[in-house]
Each structure stands twice: as structure tokens, then as C-alpha cells.
């Protein structure tokens, strides 16, 4: 079983960019799909992009589409959430978890399915 920490947020001004990591520990980390998850404050933990072990395909939310790129690196153990052209709404706990059952694609992006979550990682855009 996975355990995950996230790191990189902060505080940064609309437009501008940040680069999450969620890093790994334990075994066959390449064998799991991450996701990556957001929660403001009174919202409900809503997708927001997930990278599949093997072929590596990504999924994003439609918010988010053109301006994050999900990578991971299966060496350093790393999944790596790089986003740009920041704003207001983006703000939020930012969350990485593993994939645990799959029923669709839907499952890619539904927090129901992930388990083994981080900590979260704070993003704030505000100018």
C-alpha cells in the first residue's frame, strides 16, 4: 500500500503558475493510478486530473483542461501537477490519492473510488 504526500502550494497572483508533487512511498508505484483532487471551503472534494499506471493516459476536469499537465515519474516515485494561468476559482486543499475500484472512466476523476489520500497541499490565488 501506497502512502502519499503532497507539497508545492502556496500563494501565488491570478495568471501566474505552481507545480505540485505528490511523492510515494512503499512498493510497485508504477502498478498504482494516481489522482489528483481539490476542496475549498464549504465544496465538495471535486476531481481535477488522474494519470493511469501503464499507458500512462491522463484524464482532466473540463476546468482545468489547457492549463494543468499531470506527469509522474516511476523512478522518483513522483506524480507532478503543473499548473498554469492560475485563478481565483483554483483555489483549495489540493489532494493526490490512489485509485481503489474502477467502474468507467468516470471512476478517473471521482473521489469515491481513491483512497490512501495525502495530506493536501493549500493553493491560493488572489491578487
Known amino acids: 500500500q501506497l502512502q502519499l504526500a503532497e507539497s508545492g502550494g502556496g500563494l501565488v497572483l491570478p495568471g501566474e503558475s505552481l507545480t505540485l508533487s505528490c511523492t510515494a512511498s512503499?512498493?510497485?508505484?508504477?502498478?498504482?493510478?494516481i489522482g489528483w483532487f481539490r476542496q475549498a471551503p464549504g465544496k465538495e472534494r471535486e476531481g481535477v486530473s488522474c494519470i493511469t499506471s501503464g499507458d500512462e493516459q491522463t484524464v482532466y476536469a473540463d476546468s482545468v483542461k489547457g492549463r494543468f499537465t499531470i506527469s509522474r515519474d516511476n523512478v522518483k516515485n513522483t506524480v507532478t501537477l503543473q499548473m498554469n494561468t492560475l485563478k481565483p476559482e483554483d483555489t483549495g486543499l489540493y489532494l493526490c490519492a490512489v485509485l481503489e475500484n474502477y467502474y468507467g472512466d468516470y471512476s478517473l476523476l471521482f473521489p469515491p473510488h481513491f483512497g490512501s489520500w495525502g495530506q493536501g497541499t493549500q493553493v491560493t490565488v488572489s491578487s
Open positions: 512503499g512498493s510497485r508505484f508504477d502498478y498504482y493510478t
